[in-house]
């Protein structure tokens, strides 16, 4: 079991940036792949961005592809969504997420924990 909380969404201009963090405790975080999801009213969820277990690279969504990164810091047990360039249309409640078994690193039912959430609000 692992726990996420994440922190760090807020309202910000277009153009703007923001910095979300998804704090892990419990079972040991370095054994988890990690990801990013959002959904924004009236629509699934989608995929935003991951990070494997081994580090060797990073996923990204073709709509933040350029603007989006995932760092991870194992000895704080936390990973990052920087968040560069904002638009309107990334306007979303965030999720991070762990995931330990296998299948596709993009669709969110391959996911083992979530967090609750937090509100991204970008403004034009």
């Known amino acids: 079991q692992v726990q996420l909380v994440e922190s760090g969404g807020g309202l910000v201009q277009a153009g703007g940036s923001l910095r979300l963090s998804c704090a892990a405790s419990?079972?040991?975080?370095?054994?988890?792949?990690m990801g990013w999801f959002r959904q924004a009213p009236g629509k699934e969820r989608e995929f935003v961005a991951h990070?494997?277990?081994?580090?060797?690279?990073?996923y990204y969504a073709d709509s933040v592809e350029g603007r989006f990164t995932i760092p991870k810091d194992n000895a704080k047990n936390t990973v990052y969504q920087r968040m560069n360039s904002l638009k309107p249309e990334d306007t979303a409640v965030y999720y991070c997420?762990?995931?330990?078994?296998?299948?596709?690193?993009?669709?969110?039912?391959?996911?083992?924990?979530w967090g609750q959430g937090t509100q991204v609000t970008v403004s034009s």
């Open positions: 997420a762990a995931k330990m078994r296998g299948g596709f690193y993009s669709d969110y039912r391959n996911y083992d924990f």
């Open positions: 419990g079972r040991t975080f370095n054994n988890y792949a």
């Open positions: 990070i494997p277990r081994t580090f060797r690279t990073t």
